[in-house]
């Protein structure tokens, strides 16, 4: 690593080097890259005439590790608008601040690994974060209260992302934040369903809680409590969670607004086949329109229903989960299926007609045309080359009339012969 990144650089010095003109020296579309604006009109700072960034201006990995020049960042920052700041070294929110403060428009921020662990946010400081509607703190360790500082004075925040942060707890705020829409904290330590719960009165607008590789154990509240506790939540994502007990399953129905779920890597799962698993899930989650990222149409849902009936049929009566008394209401109690082979046919007995000659014979299906030929030669005394055969099938209408069987090398299970259909044997004129 080069000398400048072990002392840290500027954002401003970052800036200066990325966008200068010999890096960009010409214009790459309308929207991308850099525009050199012309040297004529001069005004404020010398370097005003030798860039214009980009409205989406990312910075991740530079060293970073102070503000530089305010009115600078101000003067080419006006319409900035996304900033990513990840993997650098920014360790103080007052640096962060005086950026942020001086990007007027600035919608996105992504802070991800910065060494942000038990740095305090002093109060005055939070003020510049207030536009921000989208932010980014995966991996930075920042502290919970430090988070709720934040969310307390963002009052546009809609998404706001926490993973990696090693959270085993987390502490109500007694302030909502109404417009949060999106929370991402996946690969934290929660495992009490007691910290989720707060996530429902901190945000109760939620529509997607996303909480993989959290070892949650299982979902402990009951219909009533559930209803009010996430009243707008649409998707929810506990994939690699702890959970163990259909009835966790069965309470994900409590959330009045649940559309989307993805359960994947549960330990309640691990003993089914793939099919069961979505059949049983689908069956156990009415008003779930898609499972683990893929649609549930209609008929894969009363397919699924009627799975979970027969599914259950051989369980004592005290063991018969309640959506089980449901189905039945719905479809009546389900004969289990019968068991169909679905192997390919490898024989079929068919007529051969050669003139005015009638024999059944029983024909191999996993033979050619050619090798059938070879069969026919016994039953009508002629030889391969002196026959042409024509295949007719006795359920279609004969409007097509007989299929010739002209490729010798064509497989007979490709005609798709049943027992009792024929085969015409034509011998070849001179």
């Known amino acids: 690593?080069?000398?400048?990144?072990?002392?840290?650089?500027?954002?401003?010095?970052?800036?200066?080097?990325?966008?200068?003109?010999?890096?960009?020296?010409?214009?790459?579309?309308?929207?991308?890259?850099?525009?050199?604006?012309?040297?004529?009109?001069?005004?404020?700072?010398?370097?005003?005439?030798?860039?214009?960034?980009?409205?989406?201006?990312?910075?991740?990995?530079?060293?970073?590790?102070?503000?530089?020049d305010q009115a600078e960042i101000a003067a080419f920052c006006a319409h900035v608008m996304e900033l990513d700041l990840s993997h650098n070294k920014l360790q103080d929110w007052h640096e962060i601040s005086k950026i942020v403060s001086n990007i007027p428009n600035l919608e996105f921020l992504n802070l991800s690994s910065n060494p942000l662990a038990g740095v305090a946010l002093e109060p005055r400081y939070t003020e510049a974060f207030s536009r921000v509607r989208r932010l980014v703190l995966n991996n930075t360790q920042v502290s919970w209260e430090t988070v709720l500082q934040l969310t307390r004075e963002m009052p546009d925040l809609e998404e706001l992302f926490l993973c990696l942060n090693e959270y085993t707890c987390v502490t109500a705020s007694n302030e909502a934040c109404p417009s949060l829409r999106l929370l991402h904290i996946t690969d934290n330590s929660l495992q009490d369903w007691a910290e989720v719960r707060k996530f429902g009165s901190m945000f109760p607008s939620l529509d997607t809680l996303v909480m993989a590789n959290n070892n949650l154990a299982s979902i402990q509240d009951g219909k009533e409590i559930l209803k009010r506790l996430f009243p707008n939540l649409r998707s929810i994502n506990l994939h690699?969670?702890?959970?163990?007990?259909?009835?966790?399953?069965?309470?994900?129905?409590?959330?009045?607004?649940?559309?989307?779920?993805?359960?994947?890597?549960?330990?309640?799962?691990?003993?089914?086949?793939?099919?069961?698993?979505?059949?049983?899930?689908?069956?156990?989650?009415?008003?779930?329109?898609?499972?683990?990222?893929?649609?549930?149409?209609?008929?894969?849902?009363?397919?699924?229903?009627?799975?979970?009936?027969?599914?259950?049929?051989?369980?004592?009566?005290?063991?018969?989960?309640?959506?089980?008394?449901?189905?039945?209401?719905?479809?009546?109690?389900?004969?289990?299926?019968?068991?169909?082979?679905?192997?390919?046919?490898?024989?079929?007995?068919?007529?051969?007609?050669?003139?005015?000659?009638?024999?059944?014979?029983?024909?191999?299906?996993?033979?050619?045309?050619?090798?059938?030929?070879?069969?026919?030669?016994?039953?009508v005394q002629l030889s391969t080359n002196n026959m042409r055969l024509y295949y007719i099938d006795k359920d279609v209408c004969s409007a097509f009339g007989p299929e010739e069987m002209k490729y010798s090398t064509r497989a007979l299970h490709s005609y798709s012969i049943r027992d009792g259909d024929e085969i015409l044997v034509v011998p070849k004129t001179k």
């Not at 790459?28 to 005004?43: A, D, E, F, L, N």
């Not at 050619?370 to 030669?377: F, G, I, S, V, Y």
């Open 240 to 379: 690699n969670s702890g959970l163990t007990r259909w009835e966790d399953i069965e309470k994900l129905n409590f959330f009045p607004k649940l559309e989307e779920v993805r359960l994947q890597g549960i330990p309640l799962l691990q003993t089914y086949t793939n099919t069961e698993r979505r059949s049983l899930m689908i069956a156990q989650l009415p008003s779930v329109s898609s499972l683990n990222g893929s649609a549930v149409t209609d008929s894969e849902r009363e397919d699924a229903e009627r799975f979970f009936i027969r599914y259950h049929l051989d369980y004592p009566e005290e063991e018969l989960p309640y959506r089980y008394h449901c189905l039945v209401t719905k479809y009546g109690k389900l004969e289990p299926l019968a068991e169909i082979d679905l192997r390919p046919r490898c024989h079929a007995q068919v007529e051969v007609h050669c003139e005015d000659k009638v024999e059944q014979v029983n024909i191999r299906l996993d033979q050619t045309v050619a090798e059938l030929k070879k069969q026919l030669t016994t039953v």
């Open 1 to 68: 690593v080069d000398q400048p990144y072990h002392r840290g650089r500027t954002f401003m010095e970052v800036i200066s080097e990325k966008y200068s003109p010999e890096n960009f020296p010409y214009r790459r579309g309308p929207g991308m890259g850099v525009v050199v604006v012309p040297t004529t009109i001069s005004q404020g700072s010398p370097m005003k005439d030798r860039l214009n960034l980009p409205s989406v201006l990312v910075l991740n990995g530079c060293g970073i590790i102070r503000a530089g």
